[in-house]
């Protein structure tokens, strides 16, 4: 068979390499379509996909605009020319391409506040796929898994940290380090959002630094450490996670590595303008079973950071938390491969308007 993957975001591309590869090596023919934005070329190259780039997108709010009928026009051209049997992606793009080309097309979703995207890309799929967490019914065609769609690349039967993670940062086999990721709020969805000021990311880096060595993974690229007790994260981006998995912290204002680092047993802290009670169900369900803290007022996040970097037990408490949560989640490139090589299978994935009894 063939298939199409859409990635637009690095986070994409993780979501979907494993099953890329078991699908490559079941003799399947696959092709990666991705977007220059960010590191997810990077992730692409790195991992030995099959991939063709579509186009690029800058971290500014408009660029995605600019660049779309571009983007459009290109993805058009290259699916109809390796004319799949079945397209899976997060949105528009792939929906898309599934009607230009009448081939059927896999979403997984996982964000609520996209309304726009799941609007226009939504009548097109032949099925979405969304964690149990998500708090739309989006019809009949609409199942759910147990999980993030970051268990398709941190579930542990796919994932195990590199046991060289410390050497490679330089730091020792003691020594306590933060990570904090500070969002550059350039995707589609980042309209109209903000997360740090540039004069909080500087007080917390101060702050924090007294207690722990800090690493800074900046996606804008616009604070200047040299003026700061804080260290660029400069590994190569797919050894991020295992980094996250040796930190005592994580403290951000973007949300996937939040998730990320939930499902590592690392203890994370996330601020921005979705918090609140519209915020995403993945991030209330991480919430609730106590792995992450959504907190709005900058001053309770050093608070709370301050608590957690001091603490000797955090790291045990939490490994225990999120064994117990891991636990009863899937691992989603199973689901995927199984739906790609038999779309059957996607009738053993709950169904949620049965589930619901709600009106399609």
Not at 2 to 31: I, Q, S, W
Not at 215 to 236: C, K, Q
Not at 327 to 353: S, Y
Request: charge should be negative; aromatic fraction near 10%; proline fraction near 4%.
């Amino acid at each position: 068979m063939r298939f199409v993957f859409l990635t637009n975001t690095p986070a994409h591309v993780h979501l979907y390499k494993h099953a890329v590869d078991r699908l490559t090596e079941a003799g399947h023919d696959v092709l990666v379509l991705g977007r220059d934005y960010g590191c997810t070329e990077a992730l692409l190259s790195f991992y030995d996909l099959p991939y063709e780039i579509y186009g690029k997108c800058g971290t500014q709010k408009l660029s995605l605009f600019r660049e779309l009928p571009r983007h459009y026009l290109s993805i058009f051209r290259q699916v109809r020319r390796f004319d799949p049997d079945l397209i899976f992606g997060m949105g528009g793009y792939a929906a898309h391409a599934g009607l230009f080309t009448r081939t059927p097309v896999i979403l997984i979703l996982d964000s609520e506040p996209t309304t726009l995207d799941t609007a226009i890309s939504r009548p097109f799929a032949r099925y979405l796929l969304t964690p149990s967490a998500f708090q739309k019914n989006l019809g009949s065609r609409h199942h759910e898994f147990e999980g993030f769609k970051e268990s398709a690349y941190l579930h542990p039967d796919v994932f195990q940290p590199r046991e060289d993670i410390r050497d490679r940062l330089g730091v020792g086999p003691d020594e306590r380090y933060v990570v904090t990721r500070f969002n550059a709020f350039g995707s589609h969805h980042d309209i109209g959002q903000s997360g740090f000021t540039p004069e909080q990311r500087r007080e917390f880096i101060e702050r924090i630094a007294e207690h722990a060595t800090v690493f800074v993974s900046d996606e804008g690229g616009t604070l200047n450490l040299e003026t700061l007790p804080a260290r660029e994260y400069d590994l190569h981006p797919a050894l991020m996670h295992d980094a996250l998995a040796e930190a005592h912290l994580l403290v951000a204002d973007t949300q996937t590595m939040v998730t990320e680092a939930a499902l590592l047993g690392t203890p994370a802290i996330r601020s921005n303008s979705f918090v609140g009670d519209s915020d995403m169900g993945n991030f209330h369900a991480l919430e609730e079973a106590g792995l992450i803290d959504n907190v709005a007022a900058f001053d309770d996040v050093l608070d709370l950071a301050l608590e957690r970097v001091t603490s000797d037990d955090v790291l045990d408490e939490w490994d225990e938390k999120r064994r117990q949560f891991v636990d009863g989640t899937v691992n989603l490139t199973d689901v995927i491969v199984a739906i790609a090589e038999n779309e059957g299978a996607v009738e053993q994935v709950e169904r949620v308007h049965q589930r619901t009894g709600m009106s399609t």
